[in-house]
């Protein structure tokens, strides 16, 4: 007898039907980008992310917490949950997770991790075991415009991936099978080779010429304190526990030679330096090819040139995933009060509804927890990296989440001179083809709607949330001066969102500062609190982000628009609104 039932078991293991498909609807996913090379064998290793299944009103009831805690005129603002209250929010049961981890005990994994949250089983596993378990085939991609000095290459399923059917109604999903990573948004690098722009002479202000003669005409440290307004802040002056950070993903290094010609050149009261790091880091390849570490040199110049003193933290992630970089953050003890992402993707890019409401509830967990996160709002106007396939627009990803801080891109009105400021053309923005309008910004999105000139409606969703939520400089006309190539640094000028996100998100590090110091609690997720004080705003009411003047986009109005959110940051007045 007991023969028997084991031989049957055995066969309902192997058999296909046994297997329940998860993300149905993405057979699989293809992009231009990504080349088909071998399949993976059982000596390559996958690291993969089984995603436990919540209940939809649990995570409902997560969502309400959030806003509560993070809506200024509630009684509870500020009183952020911890993981064990998050975890009684959204209620798995335990016997959920232990019933998942006997059946993932059963195949060979080197290494078997639960969160804390008790939603999310890491595992390595070699790729033939992974092929069994997630009944699919694996093969290696590379990327096609990774640098050749630093080839790149990621296991992915190239046929639908399953479960066991014992675990089909307890998994959400499998994270980093099937999305393929995107190089995060490379900023557009102006190599030294290249002359910096005409310095304008005369009609130039000064803070132009503020990092040395390699940088005449670019924006500067001086340029942005010049036009936002916040304090220097110094050690004495940082709250106890303030921190900051940066997410960086595949190749995205730093190293201090960098960090202190940056600061010597602008003449910076504060040297910049990075006071953790999460995940490694390899300096050596800061002095490796044109655009090493470029990224996040840029991020990291560029919070600490704005908030001074208040320590640094830089999450490296291998994998290039943003999934896994906010599972680290959530899993931490700790986290820094306010985070910066210069990464992203169209929402049509993300395989799955599944995946992104998935991501969701990793961002809410942050938030509830009273974390900031920032996300640069994308460079490619309101067309995303799809351009205009489908002649639709392609909201992004996650910067249209409800539950992220979106932060798009500005030059000055006029060249080389600090004042008004007026939309980038190429400024991610627009509305979600995935997310419902929130409850904070629905006045200030059906404001725009009722006064602004609309492009025709077959190229956006009327009920979507729209992004972004706040801009800052992207330094189209003017780029930002940075310095890189490891030893004996060069200086370059770089431009996108990617170097905005970081600037705002300096800017609420030292409005965390001020809370922190009064003994209040940090700003956690900040857009209610932006949308019921978007007068503390410099707002940009000129410009479009139409993504070169081609085709139609968004165009800047007074209050809220989806091309420069809010406005840009005016410090003073936003301290006056805390
Ligand atoms: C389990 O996987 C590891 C890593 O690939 C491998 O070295 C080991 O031989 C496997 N064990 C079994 C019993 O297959
Ligand atoms: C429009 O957005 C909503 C979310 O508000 C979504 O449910 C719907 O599918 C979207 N429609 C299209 C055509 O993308
Ligand atoms: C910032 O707001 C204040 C009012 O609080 C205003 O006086 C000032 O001009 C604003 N700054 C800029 C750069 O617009």
Not at 544 to 565: V, Y
């Amino acid at each position: 007898m007991k023969f028997t039932i084991a031989a049957l078991s055995t066969l309902a293991v192997a058999s296909a039907s046994s297997f329940v498909q998860k993300e149905q609807g993405v057979d699989v996913f293809a992009s231009p980008n990504w080349e088909k090379t071998a399949r993976a064998t059982a000596a390559d290793m996958v690291d993969v992310k089984v995603v436990l299944k919540h209940d939809a009103a649990r995570v409902s009831l997560l969502e309400e917490k959030l806003m509560e805690v993070s809506d200024p005129r509630s009684p509870v603002y500020g009183q952020h949950l911890s993981i064990e209250e998050i975890k009684d929010v959204l209620s798995l049961s335990p016997h959920s997770t232990y019933k998942v981890e006997n059946v993932l005990k059963g195949y060979n994994t080197t290494s078997f991790e639960t969160n804390k949250y008790g939603d999310i089983i890491s595992l390595s596993m070699n790729a033939a075991e992974a092929e069994k378990l997630f009944n699919t085939e694996l093969y290696h991609h590379s990327h096609k415009d990774a640098p050749s000095n630093m080839p790149t290459s990621v296991i992915r399923a190239t046929k639908p991936y399953h479960v066991p059917s014992s675990i089909a109604d307890e998994v959400a999903i499998v994270e980093n099978l099937l999305r393929f990573p995107r190089l995060e948004f490379v900023p557009t690098a102006i190599p030294e080779r290249y002359a910096p722009p005409a310095f304008a002479g005369l009609e130039a202000d000064d803070e132009f010429s503020s990092c040395g003669t390699k940088c005449t005409g670019y924006t500067t440290p001086a340029v942005l304190q010049s036009r936002y307004g916040y304090p220097t802040v110094n050690p004495e002056d940082v709250a106890s526990g303030n921190r900051m950070a940066v997410a960086e993903f595949q190749f995205q290094y730093y190293d201090d030679p960098d960090l202190e010609a940056f600061s010597d050149a602008c003449g910076l009261e504060n040297t910049v330096e990075v006071d953790s790091t999460v995940g490694g880091n390899k300096p050596a390849k800061c002095s490796i090819g044109i655009q090493a570490c470029v990224e996040s040199l840029l991020d990291i110049e560029y919070i600490k040139a704005v908030a001074g003193a208040i320590p640094l933290e830089v999450y490296y992630s291998g994998t290039f995933s943003l999934y896994d970089w906010a599972v680290q953050v959530n899993d931490d003890s700790n986290p820094a009060q306010v985070q910066s992402v210069s990464y992203g993707n169209d929402e049509i890019q993300q395989t799955s509804d599944d995946y992104m409401f998935t991501t969701n509830t990793e961002f809410m967990k942050a938030g509830a927890r009273g974390v900031t996160i920032f996300f640069a709002s994308g460079d490619q106007g309101v067309w995303g990296r799809s351009g205009t396939t489908g002649n639709v627009f392609h909201p992004d990803f996650p910067a249209a989440s409800p539950y992220v801080t979106a932060v798009g891109g500005t030059d000055f009105s006029t060249k080389s001179v600090i004042g008004e400021e007026t939309s980038w053309d190429a400024s991610g923005g627009g509305f979600s083809n995935t997310f419902d309008i929130p409850s904070y910004q629905s006045d200030a999105v059906a404001t725009y709607k009722s006064t602004a000139e609309l492009p025709d409606a077959k190229y956006y969703n009327d009920t979507g949330r729209g992004y972004p939520d706040v801009s800052a400089l992207g330094g189209q006309v003017n780029p930002y001066c940075i310095a890189f190539g490891g030893k004996g640094s060069k200086f370059s000028g770089v431009a996108g969102t990617s170097a905005a996100a970081p600037v705002v998100a300096g800017v609420f590090a030292i409005l965390n500062n001020v809370r922190l110091s009064n003994g209040d609690a940090a700003l956690g997720f900040v857009n209610p609190w932006i949308y019921q004080n978007a007068d503390a705003f410099n707002d940009v009411t000129t410009g479009t982000n139409n993504a070169g003047g081609r085709q139609p986009g968004f165009d800047a109005a007074e209050g809220w628009d989806p091309a420069t959110g809010v406005g840009t940051p005016n410090y003073s007045s936003m301290e006056k609104a805390l």
